[in-house]
């Protein structure tokens, strides 16, 4: 069924969601516990609801579902039932992850790049707050931003991490493979 979910996801990257739509139900079918899929099939099912909005859903979903796998698919129905409500996505993506970041103890990516500023140190920030604290990034920019300075701080196993589940997600995205060839240049 990977391969199936692959196919679903050109698809959709591609604004083809009648197909991606039948290949997500085929890969939904065959396991109603895998998230991923119901996502793809709600993604697909808001497409003509939510044109404009649907790529910024799509990217959503896919930066959390890297970050906090286990809370993707939730935090993704928080979303739409914010949109749904009357919120723009990008109020309504704010509130999601002001929601989670209250209750999980957590901070922004632009708050640990304001403290790393301030420190002047990524790598001191980085060991202080990682283990302690949630960083919860919602752009896909500031996701390569984060891996980059992970690479650039020699955290190369966590990077490698972040990269690897990335690739399932932007599979086509240039950044992946510029990443991986800086940490073999490392």
Do not use: W
């Amino acid at each position: 069924m990977e391969k199936t979910k692959k196919h679903a996801l050109n698809a959709f990257e591609k604004k083809d969601f009648t197909t991606a739509s039948k290949l997500y139900a085929l890969a939904y079918s065959d396991d109603e516990s895998d998230l991923e899929s119901k996502a793809g099939l709600m993604l697909c099912s808001l497409a003509n609801e939510y044109p404009d909005e649907i790529s910024a859903l799509y990217e959503f979903y896919s930066i959390t579902n890297i970050i906090d796998q286990d809370n993707a698919y939730e935090n993704l129905e928080m979303l739409i039932e914010a949109l749904e409500q009357g919120s723009d996505i990008e109020e309504a993506s704010t509130e999601v992850f002001k929601e989670k970041i209250i209750t999980e103890d957590g901070i922004t990516y632009d708050d640990f790049i304001n403290i790393v500023n301030q420190n002047g140190d990524f790598k001191t920030v980085f060991e202080k707050i990682f283990f302690s604290t949630k960083v919860v990034i919602t752009q896909k920019n500031d996701f390569f931003d984060f891996v980059t300075r992970l690479i650039d701080n020699e955290y190369i196993d966590v990077a490698l991490s972040y990269i690897d589940s990335a690739n399932q997600v932007f599979p086509s995205d240039e950044r992946l493979r510029e990443l991986l060839n800086r940490i073999s240049n490392h």
